[in-house]
């Protein structure tokens, strides 16, 4: 049979770091950074004796992130102690949470721009949102450095509040998990519950897939790749296992439940052990740590919903008047969607700040290597120079000399605008109709085809009229006399 012949069955597993000040269980501090094993206590290292302490933000955080996500979260939710050995737990168990979670249910939307760019055009699930099983709260292990003949481990991610995110096995694709992880990202940035970002390990998953064939309605026996740590890897990981399962099934083999890993270097899935079930861990309740109920915590977290990803898209549409694609660019981060509500607020054309956000300032930010939050350029000065432009003061060109300088020096657009001794563009309709007669009589294709109602020609026409008046001819006003002397 052919690869087609077969699908995939993918459900994800995504452990995020809560972004609380302290550890799930103890009070040491939280931070990405500092030197090796300098931010540990008993608690945290597993010291017999040493008893943990609930850390209730972490906790709120993530019954926060179950009301974001459309999730339920029953009244009583308690915790287990998940036992296994690793190197990395030295107390040789888990605190985390089995039977009673803080959250069930729920799903993650997919947003269209989530999505790697080469498929954004041709989605096959457009709207799509991921079902969700649980999310439940436990503590990080200990980071692992694996030498030639050697293993050094550091104990300050140890006991870090660990939100485990698990999907119902419905992403249908590599490229699915990669808007599925996207998607989840920019949510959980929008709450601030985490920066979740993959290269610092604040946000990783395990993946699980298994292959059938059409017509079947049974599962395959499903892979765990373990430790992915970014979007990318996961659809490439993804896209290798799948074509290897079927490859194996084809030749007769049979798929065991086992857990494997990615190795980037050799672009190639390898097997580590096989997998555990919920069983060999013999989970158990913790018997030092009370159960939560958690109605008051649910009323208290209410409140601190934001407004998410799709429906801040949705208002810009609506306040704005901008189209559903630039809303869904503006609102893909939080800190891009501030910056331009900001920028947009009062000013003469939204649209065309939304324009200028888009087209020039993620372009030079992109190229500086620049994060919207350390944009160099107030929305207040972007916004000033769009209403400066839109007032016919400057030219639209002068005015991307004017946006580089503001860029690089700070200066505010008036004060550029004098430094360069740029005067406001030719509005003198006698002046212009007369370049307008000019472009007319020497272009007759394009003047039919805006008689034929090719409005889009008009810009051709316009083009040619700034090069006859050396870029000094306001556009506005010639596209409006063209519109008006070709269609009425």
Not at 66 to 73: H, P, R
Not at 166 to 191: C, H, K, M, T, W
Request: aromatic residues 6%; contains cysteine.
């Amino acid at each position: 049979m052919a690869r087609e012949d077969y699908y995939a069955t993918i459900g994800l597993e995504v452990h995020v770091q809560l972004k609380t000040k302290s550890k799930m269980f103890c009070g040491c501090k939280v931070g990405f950074g500092a030197d090796p094993n300098s931010q540990t206590c008993p608690v945290c290292l597993g010291m017999p004796g040493a008893l943990p302490v609930l850390n209730q933000g972490a906790i709120e955080r993530t019954v926060l992130a179950g009301l974001m996500l459309g999730c339920k979260t029953p009244p009583i939710s308690k915790w287990d102690r998940k036992n296994y050995y690793y190197p990395d737990m030295p107390k040789n168990y888990q605190i985390s949470q089995f039977d009673l979670p803080l959250c069930i249910g729920g799903g993650v939307p997919l947003y269209d721009l989530a999505y790697p760019k080469d498929v954004q055009k041709s989605i096959p699930n457009p709207g799509k949102v991921v079902e969700l099983t649980r999310i439940h709260l436990e503590e990080d292990v200990a980071k692992s450095t694996h030498h030639a003949s050697s293993s050094s481990i550091d104990f300050n991610r140890a006991g870090t509040p660990l939100m485990e995110i698990v999907s119902e096995p419905n992403i249908d694709s590599p490229e699915e998990a990669f808007a599925y992880l996207n998607s989840l990202r920019q949510i959980l940035v929008y709450g601030n519950l985490s920066d979740a970002d993959m290269e610092k390990g604040q946000m990783r998953c395990d993946v699980n897939v298994s292959v059938r064939k059409h017509g079947e309605k049974e599962m395959g026996t499903k892979i765990e790749l373990k430790n992915m740590n970014s979007m990318t890897n996961v659809r490439r990981a993804l896209k290798y296992e799948i074509a290897r399962q079927i490859d194996f099934v084809e030749s007769g083999g049979t798929i065991d439940q086992a857990t494997w890993r990615w190795d980037d270097g050799l672009e190639e899935t390898q097997m580590m052990r096989s997998k555990e079930n919920a069983h060999d861990y013999r989970y158990f309740p913790d018997p030092d740590l009370l159960p939560v109920e958690t109605a008051d915590i649910i009323a208290r977290m209410r409140e601190h919903v934001p407004e998410l990803p799709h429906e801040k898209r949705e208002r810009f549409v609506g306040s704005y008047k901008i189209s559903d694609y630039d809303a869904s660019v503006l609102a893909s981060e939080r800190a891009l969607a501030d910056y331009y509500e900001q920028a947009a607020e009062g000013s003469k054309s939204p649209k065309k700040v939304a324009n200028w956000v888009i087209n020039n300032l993620l372009s030079v930010l992109n190229e500086a290597d620049t994060p919207i939050s350390d944009c160099p350029l107030p929305a207040s000065a972007l916004k000033e120079l769009v209403d400066t432009i839109e007032a016919g003061e400057i030219s639209n060109n002068q005015g991307k000399e004017v946006f580089t300088d503001m860029f690089a020096t700070g200066k505010g657009a008036a004060e550029i605008i004098k430094e360069k001794g740029f005067e406001p563009p030719m509005n003198d309709t006698s002046a212009l109709d007369a370049f307008i007669d000019q472009v007319i009589t020497d272009n007759p294709k394009p003047v039919e085809d805006v008689k034929g109602g090719n409005v889009k020609s008009i810009n051709f026409l316009t083009g040619q009229v700034m090069k006859l008046s050396r870029g000094k001819a306001n556009p506005k006003v010639v596209s409006d006399l063209i519109e008006k002397r070709l269609i009425g």
